[in-house]
């Protein structure tokens, strides 16, 4: 089973910006479509953003279009989320996710049953 790894959370401020890794255990992750979702206190996990294998074709959660962005280097086997202008609703633990796809359309990839493998989560807190 693949491992994923997460890093980068922490406490900041509304505006701040964070950047969060992925890691993955194998390469097996290159061929995979990934993504992150996010859980906060008393809600359901919920779809952050996702791409394919190739890191094309982004979908993101309309909160937060405009201000995340997804990204992949594959030679790291590594996956990575800019979240920029950061306000208190983004306050969750943020979770990597391998899809079991290459690709596919949004309405897949935005759902955490097509994938197989989780990281543990890192926490985001944003507060002032």
């Known amino acids: 089973q693949l491992r994923l790894v997460e890093s980068g959370g922490g406490l900041v401020r509304p505006g701040d910006s964070l950047r969060l890794s992925c890691v993955a255990s194998?390469?097996?992750?290159?061929?995979?479509?990934a993504g992150w979702f996010r859980q906060a206190p008393g809600k359901d996990r919920e779809f952050v953003a996702a791409?394919?294998?190739?890191?094309?074709?982004?979908v993101y959660a309309d909160s937060v279009k405009g201000r995340f962005t997804i990204s992949r280097d594959n030679a790291k086997n590594t996956q990575y989320l800019q979240m920029n202008e950061l306000k208190f609703e983004d306050t969750a633990i943020y979770y990597c996710?391998?899809?079991?796809?290459?690709?596919?359309?949004?309405?897949?990839?935005?759902?955490?049953?097509?994938?197989?493998?989780w990281g543990q989560g890192t926490q985001v807190t944003v507060s002032s």
């Open positions: 996710a391998r899809n079991k796809y290459g690709d596919a359309i949004p309405a897949i990839l935005s759902d955490p049953g097509s994938y197989e493998d």
């Open positions: 194998a390469r097996d992750f290159s061929d995979s479509a």
């Open positions: 791409s394919g294998f190739t890191g094309g074709n982004p």
